[in-house]
């Protein structure tokens, strides 16, 4: 690991992120040209993505940061070594810089192959539920050790104990159900996955994958006094057609039953997204109907990942069980794959 002086020369030699602070100080401050090419846009995009994921960074309190704070680039530098403790490891910022060198000479071009030795993690029944109803449980998909010590983090962070319901709420490391967890070991581990990866390369056709930093999540069970406060059944891609092939994932840290909070989505949605869009009343808000009639429950144990397609609505659901559930979210997208449709 390099020191503060070391860590700071190694990352103002990474020359994209120097890009992504000017170009998010140029927005911030609302100062020099703006860039509307569609495909500099594009690229930008992944790369920005590259480089917030590639240095361990969650891409929200990033973006966070840099609009919120405008630092110079070098207090920027520091803030991001300063999320890793003071000190990073070279070698991870050489990474970096050789994922942007490959994403450059990569965009545009196809997605490579998977490699003809590749295991595959989803079975025929797995692809099939994929195929038909948008979703796949990938079981056991980390260790029990693995699991354990990314539900133990959250505990930990979130200064709550498993048996003492008192602990669960009011929380400040908590917003909604989402437990403002991003950076910690154990849940590095989990990302680094190998069922997880193989699931998402499988589903992506390509191995060529970048992890997403992502946080952790804490919905406890419904009491007098606190009601379940995430939101309802939603998309969080735009419904702009055509629907692009995206995926989301999660990662049960606790056993989840149907009614302790579990999973939800609508299967079978990313089939019929576009009829349904076209059938509605002239006016309706697309993203005001009421699913939970439909929804489907995902029940897992610790352990077990879920991934779903984006044009599956879904969300999590009231905790009616005796027990917090928790979960990590993760997931894998092609680096030079970017969605430049306008939010609708
Ligand atoms: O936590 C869940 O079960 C759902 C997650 C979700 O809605 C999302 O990631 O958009």
């Known amino acids: 690991m390099s020191g503060l002086r070391e860590g700071l020369a190694d990352l103002r030699q990474l020359e994209p992120l120097q890009a992504l602070w000017s170009r998010h100080r140029m927005v911030a401050g609302r100062v020099g040209p703006a860039d509307n090419n569609e495909v500099t846009v594009g690229l930008n995009i992944a790369l920005d993505r590259l480089v917030i994921f590639g240095l361990g960074l969650g891409l929200n309190e990033t973006l966070r940061y840099l609009f919120s704070q405008q630092p110079s680039f070098d207090v920027f530098l520091a803030w991001i070594l300063d999320c890793h403790g003071g000190a990073m490891d070279p070698a991870r910022i ?6 942007v060198a490959q994403a450059r000479g990569q965009a545009g071009k196809p997605l490579r192959a998977l490699p003809a030795d590749f295991t595959q993690v989803l079975d025929d029944a797995a692809l099939c539920c994929w195929a038909e109803r948008g979703y796949v449980v990938v079981r056991n998909a980390v260790s029990p050790e693995a699991c354990r010590a990314a539900e133990g983090a959250i505990w930990e962070f979130l200064g709550a104990h498993p048996h003492k319901p008192d602990s669960w709420y009011g929380k400040a490391g908590v917003e909604g159900i989402t437990a403002l967890l991003t950076r910690h070991p154990a849940f590095d581990a989990t990302r680094r996955s190998p069922r997880i990866r193989a699931a998402f390369a499988q589903l992506w056709g390509t191995d060529a994958l970048q992890v997403t930093v992502d946080r952790g999540g804490f919905n406890p069970p419904e009491r007098l006094g606190w009601q379940f406060p995430a939101s309802d059944i939603h998309w969080d891609t735009s419904l702009a057609l055509p629907m692009p092939f995206q995926l989301q994932g999660l990662l049960y840290l606790s056993d989840t039953p149907a009614e302790g909070g579990a999973f939800r989505c609508v299967p079978g949605f990313h089939r019929r997204l576009e009829s349904w869009l076209a059938g509605l009343p002239p ?14 429950f995902i029940a897992g144990n610790a352990g077990d990942f879920i991934i779903w397609h984006a044009a599956l609505p879904h969300g999590a659901s009231p ?10 979210y993760i997931n894998f997208i092609p680096p030079t794959v970017v969605d430049c449709r306008p939010w609708v």
């Open 94 to 99: 050489a990474e970096v810089n050789d994922a």
């Open 283 to 296: 006016g309706m808000d697309p993203r005001a109907w009421d699913f939970s009639a439909e929804a489907e």
């Open 319 to 328: 905790n009616r069980g005796t027990r917090p559930r928790l979960v990590q």
